[in-house]
């Protein structure tokens, strides 16, 4: 069957200071991956989305970047974090007719 | 492009009373809806889903229901229990699966026991 893995769980830094959270899915092939944030109390918002290596598609500018260096793994980065970049982070998957699929998530504090 | 839009923001009801929560959707290219459970600090968990080829879908306690027409689709809980307690998205994609998903803002359901 299907997994997703996202770390860290939790996440605290400093305004200023870079980011790289890393999610990876086993049991399927060339899925589609995506990055969500959730702020407080709020909705889920499509930050990137991938339907292949290097393929790179971003919803919403900001101050952060994503990649996919391997089919199965998706990487949300930041060179230097702002105060706003705080939130709950999803990392999501689906594969042909089969519904998205969430991590269980990263909270990050900027500080 | 798709715009879901969730009501109500909070819902409060009796242990074993009825709870709908209710979703409109903008583009009619959107043929995929599914819901999502999340308990507080938890992960979104797909809890039901509808294609639009279908009315009416049921799974024991919980139910979906769409109005290709009107553009809206309902999330029907019976019996709810306290553990129903979380807060539900509603999301439309305007391809079949696989591709990105606009989510409505949320429900709050809290289950009074």
């Known amino acids: 069957s299907q997994t997703i893995h996202q770390w860290p769980a939790t996440l605290v830094q400093p305004v200023g200071s870079p980011l790289s959270l890393e999610c990876t899915v086993e049991g399927t092939s060339n899925p589609n991956l995506y990055w969500y944030r959730q702020a407080a109390g709020r909705g889920l918002q499509l930050l990137f989305y991938s339907v292949g290596i290097g393929q790179i598609s971003s919803e919403v500018p900001q101050n952060l970047s994503a990649s996919r260096p391997q089919d199965r793994q998706f990487i949300l980065s930041s060179k230097k974090l702002l105060l706003s970049d705080s939130g709950f982070y999803l990392c999501?998957?689906?594969?042909?007719?089969?519904?998205?699929?969430f991590g269980d998530g990263t909270r990050l504090s900027i500080l | 492009g798709e715009n879901v839009e969730q009501h109500p923001s909070t819902l409060s009801v009796q242990e074993g009373d009825s709870a709908v929560i209710k979703c409109t959707y903008s583009d009619s290219a959107s043929n995929y809806f599914p819901w999502y459970k999340q308990e507080l600090g938890k992960r979104p968990q797909l809890i039901i889903d509808?294609?639009?080829?279908?009315g009416e879908k049921k799974d024991q306690r919980i139910a979906v229901t769409l109005n290709k027409t009107a553009k809206h689709f309902s999330l029907h809980i019976t019996e709810t229990q306290p553990e129903d307690s979380a807060v539900y998205f509603c999301?439309?994609?305007?391809?079949?699966?696989?591709?990105?998903?606009?989510f409505g803002a949320g429900t709050i359901l809290r289950v009074k026991s």
């Open positions: 999301a439309a994609s305007p391809r079949e699966y696989g591709n990105k998903l606009v």
């Open positions: 999501a998957w689906s594969a042909g007719a089969q519904p998205q699929h």
């Open positions: 509808i294609r639009s080829n279908v």
